[in-house]
């Protein structure tokens, strides 16, 4: 049931965490607290909030009672308003600027590309250290004032804003160490570039569902656009060349990369992927969310070494060289197949007779039976069988339970199964 339009952050705030619906609890650990607020307020007694409010989907549309606002919330640090009718930054403002301990705040899907934010009113965000404004549209220029006003923000999230390009300011953000740009249309590498140049601290980018089409930057540009970048996701990027691959090596503090879905890996198999990457990525310890042992770098970078074996030399890459010195050149892994026998061709001896004959082995005693039924001329029930293994110095094994599988006696081609009869 849709919640009604016009309510105001009091009247919501009110209702949510009143008694009725958010017991007061009392005792450690629980969070919660009632602040000392102003005499005169119909509510002073009555609500009891946690330092974490969350106030998603709830039809807000406006702040309320500033001075009702300011006292109930002095203590709050986390504020989740995501999904909510807020287009007017002078609203968001004035909630914000009464919550003094604010430091995460969701502003998620809110249709806040209505209204242009000054820098008046982005100043009341200056304690904000997360900000979430995914799904709200919000512009590079409301970006670009946010990031002016806020002197300590550490995390931005910008997914789903419809972004095709990055406008870059005139100033960087030097505090930044986390941003979320997923699910945009951010396909050219000179966009991504601009990130760099306006967040020099960064140590999280997350790029997943832009489809980047190639990183076309040379090394040492890299390495002075992210200096600290510690995580990037490229998840379902349009990346098709190694060389795209090779190029994450230039940062020089990369330690996680998340590469799963992009073009480039495929043609490869599961395994193929995860360590023909490792191998090409000798610093990262963490791939796809997974952390990369010494054992399994290893591995990865002598399959390398194997799987290029037989490429021409004009087309093996640098790294394979490197490898090459560290380990030797490896010869390719003997195949062998390790899928049991389905069948063997075996001697059948019944009194002076013998018969070469061809069984399966995934058949049972009483399936083999019947299988001979015919050429001994003995029905099934007067049939006596005895397995002889020719490798072995022992004597024959009596084939006595009917529902054994013949592939448990390990039996092989040339062995001999002998069949009496029990009237013998």
């Known amino acids: 049931m849709d919640q009604p339009s016009g309510r105001s952050f009091m009247q919501v705030l009110c209702e949510k965490y009143s008694p009725e619906n958010f017991p007061y609890r009392r005792g450690p650990g629980m969070g919660v607290h009632v602040p000392a607020t102003p005499q005169g ?89 997360k900000l979430v404004l995914n799904n709200s549209k919000a512009s590079w220029e409301t ?34 160490k986390l941003l ?15 990130l760099g140049v306006m967040f020099p601290s960064l140590d999280t980018l997350v790029l997943a569902n832009n489809h980047l089409n190639a990183i076309e930057e040379p090394d040492d540009s890299l390495a002075r656009l992210f200096p600290n970048l510690r995580s990037i996701s490229l998840h379902k990027a349009g990346l098709q060349s190694w060389e795209d691959i090779d ?29 023909l990457v490792i191998a090409r990525l000798p610093s990262v310890s963490k791939l ?18 194997r799987y290029h074996v037989d490429v021409p030399q004009e087309e093996v890459p640098f ?22 026998q ?16 061809t069984i399966r082995l995934d058949q049972t005693v009483a399936e083999l039976k019947k299988q001979l039924k015919t050429l001994v001329q003995l029905p099934t029930s007067n049939m006596l069988l005895y397995y002889f293994d020719h490798e072995t110095p022992f004597g024959p094994e009596e084939m006595k339970y009917s529902s054994r599988a013949l592939h448990s006696f390990g039996i092989r081609d040339g062995d001999k199964i002998f069949v009496e009869s029990k009237t013998k």
């Open 41 to 129: 307020s119909p509510m002073k007694d009555r609500l009891n909030l946690p330092s974490v409010l969350v106030l998603n989907s709830c039809g807000i549309t406006c702040a309320g009672d500033e001075k009702e606002i300011a006292a109930f919330c002095a203590h709050v640090s986390e504020l989740d308003l995501s999904d909510n009718k807020l287009e007017d930054w002078h609203e968001v403002s004035k909630i914000v600027s009464n919550v003094p301990q604010l430091e995460f705040l969701n502003l998620s899907s809110n249709p806040l590309n209505l209204s242009v934010l000054e820098r008046t009113c982005a100043g009341s965000f200056s304690r904000v250290r």
């Open 143 to 176: 970006v670009h004032t946010i990031l002016q006003e806020l002197p300590d923000l550490e995390e931005l999230f910008l997914c789903l804003n419809d972004y095709e390009a990055v406008s870059c300011p005139s100033i960087c953000c030097p505090s930044l």
């Open 180 to 194: 979320h740009i997923t699910d945009n249309n951010l396909q050219d590498w000179t966009e991504i570039r601009k």
């Open 247 to 275: 190029k994450l090596n230039s940062f020089p503090k990369l330690e996680e990369v998340r590469l799963l879905g992009i073009p480039l890996l495929q043609p490869y198999t599961t395994e193929e992927r995860r360590k």
């Open 288 to 305: 796809n969310g997974s952390v990369v042992t010494d054992g399994e770098r290893e591995d990865s970078e002598r399959f390398f070494i």
């Open 319 to 340: 790294r394979y060289h490197e490898l090459v010195t560290k380990y030797g050149k490896l010869e390719p892994l003997a195949e062998v197949d390790l899928r049991p």
């Open 342 to 357: 389905s069948s063997a061709k075996v001697e059948v001896h019944f009194n002076d007779q013998v018969e070469e004959m």
